[in-house]
C-alpha cells in the first residue's frame, strides 16, 4: 500500500470516529434533560364551608360594683352570696338614724321658712295698700319687699336641704339597680363604711350573657353583614374544656373605632343563658360557621409555598414545564384554601414533589401517593 492510500484511510478512519462522537453528545444531551415526578391536581370551584376562631372573654351585658353612697355602720344584709335579685330589691342597710333625724330637722327648717315667708307676704300686701294712700313712707315698702325676695330664697333652701336630708336617708338603704346575681359579699354585719370608697358587692346581669373578642380589621365588613342578618347559627361558642356551649350567638355589638395598636375591632356576641353555664370573666373561643355565597376556587393546601409572606404555586404550563406563580389566598378549610387571584379554573398545580422543582423544569405526572 502507498503513501497516498495510507493517508486517505487516516483521513476517513478520523472522520467517522468523528463523526461517532457527535452523535454520542447529542444523545447525552438528550438523556441528560431532568425530568421531575410530581402529583398534580386541577383548579376547581366548590361551594366552601368551613370556620374561623377568636379568642374570647365572657362578659355580662350589665355589671356594676356596689359601693356605699353614706357612711356609717351596715347594720343589715338581706342577701346571701350568690343570690339572684330582682331589680329594687333591698341588698344591704347602713345606720340610718342620723340621716333620718337630719331629713327631719331639714323639713321642720322647710316649714319655718315657709311660714315666715307667708308673714312676709302678708306684711308687703299691708304696706302696699298704705303706700298706695301715701300713709307710709315708700322706703318700708322697699324693705318688705326685699324681705319676702330673702324669705323666698330661704324656702328654696330649706328643700334643697330636704331633698339632701331624704337622699342620703334613702342611700342608707342599698337596693339592686337591675336584676341580676351577686357575688359574695366583700362586708359583714357592724362593718363600718366610708362613702364612695367601700366595696359592698357585684352585681351583674346573667342571662343573656356576652362574649366579647377581637377581630382584624380586613374582616370588618363580613361581620357588619353577620349583625344585619341576624343570623343564629353562624357563631359558636367554646369553652375551654373543648366543649361547644349549647346554643348559636347573635353579634349586637361592633365598637366604633379600630385600635390603631394591634388593627383589630371590638365585637361581642350575645347567647342564652338559661343554664348560668357561662360566668363572667370565662375564657373561650368564638368560632364562626362560614359558607361562600358561590363556589369558589380552591385547592390544596399543600400546593402552596409561602416565602417572606408571599404565597405561590408551581403551575404545569406547556411541554409539561412548570411555572411558579404567587397567588392571593382566602379562607382555608380542611385541607384546602380558597384562591382569591392568581389561577385559573382548570388550571394544574403540583401538589407533590414541589421540593425539585424550579421555574421552567419539566415535569411528568404520576398517581398522588395515599
Known amino acids: 500500500m502507498n503513501k497516498i492510500q495510507l493517508t486517505a484511510l487516516a483521513f476517513l478512519g478520523s472522520g467517522i470516529i468523528f463523526q461517532s462522537c457527535q452523535n454520542k453528545g447529542a444523545q447525552q ?12 391536581v386541577q383548579v376547581s370551584r366548590e361551594q366552601v364551608s368551613g370556620s374561623e376562631n377568636y379568642p374570647a372573654v365572657v362578659v355580662p351585658i350589665n355589671e356594676t360594683e356596689l359601693r356605699a353612697e353614706v357612711s356609717g355602720y351596715i347594720t343589715n344584709i338581706f342577701i346571701t352570696d350568690g343570690a339572684t335579685v330582682n331589680k329594687g330589691d333591698k341588698l344591704y342597710e347602713i345606720d340610718g338614724t342620723r340621716y333620718a333625724a337630719a331629713a327631719d330637722q331639714a323639713k321642720a327648717n322647710l316649714k319655718i321658712a315657709e311660714a315666715n315667708l307667708d308673714r312676709v307676704k302678708k306684711d308687703v300686701q299691708r304696706y302696699r295698700k298704705l303706700a298706695e294712700q301715701d300713709a307710709i313712707a315708700k322706703q318700708t315698702l322697699d324693705y318688705a319687699e ?4 330673702n324669705q323666698e330664697a330661704q324656702v328654696l333652701a330649706a328643700k334643697a336641704a330636704v331633698t339632701t336630708a331624704v337622699t342620703n336617708l334613702n342611700r342608707s338603704v342599698i337596693r339592686a339597680p337591675f336584676s341580676g346575681t ?10 363600718l363604711v366610708s362613702a364612695g370608697t367601700t366595696l359592698l358587692n357585684t352585681i351583674s346581669t346573667v ?3 356576652t362574649a366579647e373578642f377581637q377581630v382584624p380589621e380586613r374582616n370588618i365588613a363580613q361581620f357588619v353583614n353577620l349583625q344585619k342578618s341576624g343570623n343564629q347559627s353562624a357563631l359558636r361558642l367554646r369553652l375551654s374544656d373543648g366543649q361547644f356551649f349549647e346554643g348559636s350567638g347573635q353579634i349586637i355589638t361592633i365598637d366604633r373605632a379600630v385600635d390603631a395598636g394591634t388593627n383589630t375591632i371590638k365585637v361581642r356576641a350575645k347567647f342564652n343563658n338559661q343554664g348560668n353555664q357561662l360566668r363572667a370573666g370565662m375564657n373561650a373561643t368564638i368560632t364562626v360557621m362560614e359558607k361562600s355565597a358561590s363556589p369558589e376556587m380552591v385547592i390544596p393546601y399543600k400546593a402552596v409555598q409561602e416565602q417572606l409572606g408571599v ?3 408551581f403551575v404545569i404550563g406547556d411541554s409539561s414545564k412548570v411555572e411558579q406563580r404567587n397567588v392571593s389566598l382566602g379562607h382555608k378549610f ?19 414533589g414541589i421540593m425539585n422543582l424550579k421555574e421552567g423544569v419539566k415535569v411528568t405526572e404520576q398517581k398522588a401517593a395515599n
Open 311 to 313: 404565597y405561590n404555586v
Open 334 to 352: 380542611d385541607d384546602k384554601v380558597v384562591i382569591k387571584d392568581g389561577l385559573k379554573e382548570g388550571e394544574k398545580v403540583v401538589t407533590e
Open 182 to 191: 351577686v357575688g359574695i359579699s366583700q362586708v359583714r354585719n357592724g362593718a
Open 207 to 209: 342571662n343573656p350573657i
Open 146 to 149: 326685699t324681705d319676702q325676695n
Open 29 to 40: 444531551g438528550q438523556q441528560g434533560e431532568v425530568v421531575v415526578p410530581v402529583s398534580a
